[in-house]
Structure formats: C-alpha cells, structure tokens
C-alpha cells in the first residue's frame, strides 16, 4: 500500500511562498507520475500540477507561474514550491499517484494565506 506524508503548509502572507514536501512510500517511486491536488472550502478536490517519471511537468492555469513541482527520486519526495501565494491558494494539500486513484489519500496539509 502506497502511504502519503505531506508536509510544509502553514501560514502565509498574502504574496509569500511556501515550499510544500511529499514522502512517498511503499512504491516504486521512480515509476510514477505524481500529481499535487488541494482542497478548497466549499470546492472539490482539484488537480494543481503534474510531473511524468521523466521530469515533464504540467500546471493548472490558475498556478502557471508561481507553482514549480518537481522530484527527488532518490529521496522519494515530490516537491511544489508555491510563490505569489493569495487568499485563494488556501486549503489542504495533497500529492498522489494519478494512475493509482483508489490509494489512500494523506492526511494532507494545510495552507493558509492571509494578512
């Protein structure tokens, strides 16, 4: 069973940046694509971005620009580095496998964006 440990959400103002982490385990991580997600109140799940096993990366529109995800294989870790945050970045962050969708989620983490 793959297991999810996010970390590196907090509080922020409003034009900072955070640099969220995800610990992936009980997978072959170099054999996958990874996807960041959020929750936003009162919004379904969203995709926010992407990276293929090889490093190719995509990026919903409303993160082009100030969202960078990236990957460490030999750490097992996917990163988002998240920079111009604003009020609507807020919500719980979640990596994932995007071909395994019926893996347990994380607990996610949370970050907030306000002055």
């Known amino acids: 069973q793959v297991q999810f440990v996010e970390s590196g959400g907090g509080l922020v103002q409003p034009g900072g940046s955070l640099r969220l982490s995800c610990v992936v385990s009980?997978?072959?991580?170099?054999?996958?694509?990874f996807s960041w997600y959020r929750k936003i109140p009162g919004i379904q799940r969203e995709l926010v971005a992407q990276?293929?096993?090889?490093?190719?990366?995509n990026y919903e529109d409303f993160v082009k620009g100030r969202f960078t995800i990236s990957r460490n294989n030999t750490k097992n870790t996917v990163y988002q580095q998240m920079n111009t945050l604003t009020p609507e970045d807020t919500g719980v962050y979640y990596c994932?496998?995007?071909?395994?969708?019926?893996?347990?989620w994380g607990q996610g983490t949370q970050v907030a964006v306000s002055s």
């Open positions: 994932h496998i995007p071909s395994r969708p019926d893996d347990e």
């Open positions: 009980g997978s072959r991580f170099e054999n996958f694509a």
């Open positions: 990276i293929t096993t090889n490093g190719l990366t």
